[in-house]
C-alpha cells in the first residue's frame, strides 16, 4: 500500500442517528459510495430523539432529488402532508394575522422587485392586499393544494411548498435508504472519546460494551450533548439568548379534526408561541416558551387548552439554548445537527440547515489530508447562513406591539447590526437584497416585514416612471389569474387520498 493510500481518508464515522445522523449518512452513500469509503454510524436505541421539528422548506426538494427520492414514496412513508407556508397569529398586535407563503410574489416587470410596483399602486387606491398575488397565500387560504410547475410559462411555476412529516418515520426511511447502499450501523451507547496523543484529532468512540469505533473522519450528530465537537474538542458555544429569550418547549401530538390545512400554524401567546403541524395520521403541537416568564406547569396547561383535538400522549419537554457552535469543523470532526446549534422551530429551519450541512462537506470533502483552508471556508460558510437565519427569526420578535413582558423584552432588547441595516434599508424605500448564504429570499423577507407591521416611507423612485392607469390593469389582471389558479386546484386532502395517501397497515411505508 502507497503513503498516498494509506493516509486518504476512508473511514468516516458518524456518532448519533436520528434526523441529522441518518441524513448524513444517505448522502455520504449516495455520493461517496461503498468501494472506496466505509461509512459506519453509531447510535443507541435507548437515547431516544427530539422530534420536535416536523415542518420542512422548499430546499428539501432539492436535497430529495440528489438524492434520487421518489416524491410519493417519500410522502406515504413519513405520513407526509403538504405545505404551502407558515400563517402567524398574534405576532404584531395580539389580534394580527399573517402569511408567509412559499414562492414568490406577482411577477417581475422588469429588473424593479414587483413589490416595489405594488407599494406604488396601493398608494394610487386599492390594488389589494400583498397575498393576493401569492398563489401558494391564496390556495392555503382555500385549503388547496398541487404541486408546481417547471414550466416557466405555467401560473403553477411561482408556487413553492415542502411537507409536514413524521420525524421518526423520516430517519427510519433514511436509514433504509443508507443501509441499502452500504453505511453500516452499529448499536451502541459512546463513553468516550479518545483523541490521538500527537495529533489531537479524534482517533475512536468508546462504546458501553467495550468495542472502539475507530475513523479517519467523524461527524458529530450526537445532539444537544455535542459529545465530540463540544466534548471532546473542546470548541465552544456561542449563545443567542439575548436576541432569543425562548428557552423550553412542550410538545404533544393530537388527533386530527376537520381538513388538513397544506400550511403551518404559528401562533404567539403571552409568553411564547405554539405550533400545529397537520400530518396525515395526527396532528402536531408544541409550545416554545421562556422560563423567565413562563412556567413549564403554566406551558403545559396552555398548550393542552389550546389543541384542536385530544392530546395522543403526555407532553414531552425540552429545554435549550439558542446559539451555535464556535466552529463547525475543527480537526477531522464535523458537527451537524444539534451538536452544532439550535435554532427555535419558528420557520422549519433545522431539517434544512443539517442537509446544508452535509451538501456543503460533500463540496469541501477532504481527500489524502486535512487542508484548513477548506475547513476554514466551511465555517465561515455555515457561519453567514446561521447569522442570517437567526436574523430573520429575531425579526419576528423585535416588531411587535403586544403588552405582555416578553413580547416587550423583544421589542426593546438590542437586535444584531445586520438585522437593523436590512430594516433601515426597508423602513427607507421598501429595499431588499438578497445576499449567497442567505436562507431567505426577497419574498420571506418582505412577508414578515409587512405582516409585522413594518411600513416603508416610499418605495423605489424609478416605478414612478411607469404609467398608472398600465400598472393598475396589469396588477387587476395578475390577481384574477392567481385566483382562478387557486380555485382550479384540487383539495389538499384530495389530492394526497389520490395520489399518496399512506396505508396504515404497511405503517406508513407503502
Partial sequence: MTEQQQNKIQNIVIAGGGTAGWTAAAALARVLGNEHYRITLVESAAIGTVGVGEATIPTIQSFHRMLGIDETDFVRATQATFKLGIEFRGWGAAHSRYFHPFGHYGREFDSIPFHQYWLRARSLGDCGELSDYSLCALAAARGRFMPSSSDPGSI????????????????????????????????????????????????????????????????????????????????????????????SAVAVPSESVGPTPPYTLSTAHAGGWQWRIPLQHRTGNGLVYSSR?????????????????????????????????????????????????????????????????????LLLMPGNELAQAEIDEYNAQTTREYEFIRDFIVLHYCANTRREPLWQYCREMPIPASLAHRLALFRSRARLFEHEEDLFKRASWLAVLMGQGIEPAGHDPIVDTRPAERLRSMLAEMRQLLRGGADAMPAHDDFIHKHCRSLPQTNGCG
Fill in 156 to 247: 403553477l411555476s411561482s408556487l413553492g411548498y415542502a411537507y409536514h412529516f413524521d420525524a421518526t418515520l423520516y430517519a427510519q426511511f433514511l436509514r433504509r435508504y443508507a443501509e441499502q447502499r452500504g453505511v453500516e450501523r452499529v448499536e451502541g451507547r459512546i463513553t468516550d472519546v479518545s483523541l490521538h496523543k500527537d495529533t489531537g484529532d479524534i482517533r475512536a468512540l468508546q462504546l458501553a460494551s467495550g468495542r472502539a469505533i475507530e475513523g479517519d473522519f467523524f461527524i458529530d450528530c450526537s445532539g444537544f450533548a455535542g459529545l465530540l465537537l463540544g466534548g471532546a474538542l473542546g470548541i465552544g458555544y456561542e449563545d443567542w439568548s439575548h436576541y432569543l429569550p425562548a428557552d
Fill in 293 to 361: 416568564y413562563l412556567s413549564e406547569d403554566e406551558a403545559v396547561a396552555t398548550l393542552l387548552s389550546k389543541l384542536d383535538g385530544p392530546a395522543l400522549a403526555e407532553p414531552k419537554r425540552l429545554r435549550f439554548k439558542t446559539g451555535r457552535r464556535e466552529k463547525f469543523w475543527h480537526r477531522n470532526c464535523v458537527a451537524i445537527g444539534l451538536a452544532a446549534g439550535f435554532m427555535e422551530p419558528l420557520e422549519s429551519t433545522a431539517i434544512h440547515l443539517v442537509q446544508t450541512a452535509v451538501s456543503r462537506l
